[in-house]
């Protein structure tokens, strides 16, 4: 069973303003090639507190912030945007 990447309204919202979407799908595909054990470059973080079971991915200036299912095999990103404001 392959993975798959489900996207919320404003993950969504941003990735078409932005056209990233080729982007975002390599990183999360980096994400499970490091799951997997292989050894790839990839800024990635466990999140605490609010985001408690989320992981954000950086890169450059922009933030992922996704939650693995690994019963579905699905990979739901909440929220993609700037440094600054995904947080938020």
């Given at each position: 069973?392959?993975?798959?990447?489900?996207y919320s309204r404003d993950a969504e919202k941003f990735i078409e303003k932005h056209n990233i979407r080729d982007k975002v799908r390599e990183e999360l595909k980096k994400f499970l090639l490091k799951v997997k054990g292989e050894n790839i470059n990839l800024d990635i973080k466990k999140l605490s507190g609010e985001w408690e079971g989320y992981y954000r991915i950086r890169r450059g200036k922009i933030r992922i912030i996704f939650e693995p299912d690994k019963n579905r095999q699905l990979l739901f990103v909440e929220k993609i945007d700037f440094r600054g404001d995904v947080y938020k």
């Open positions: 069973m392959k993975w798959r990447i489900e």
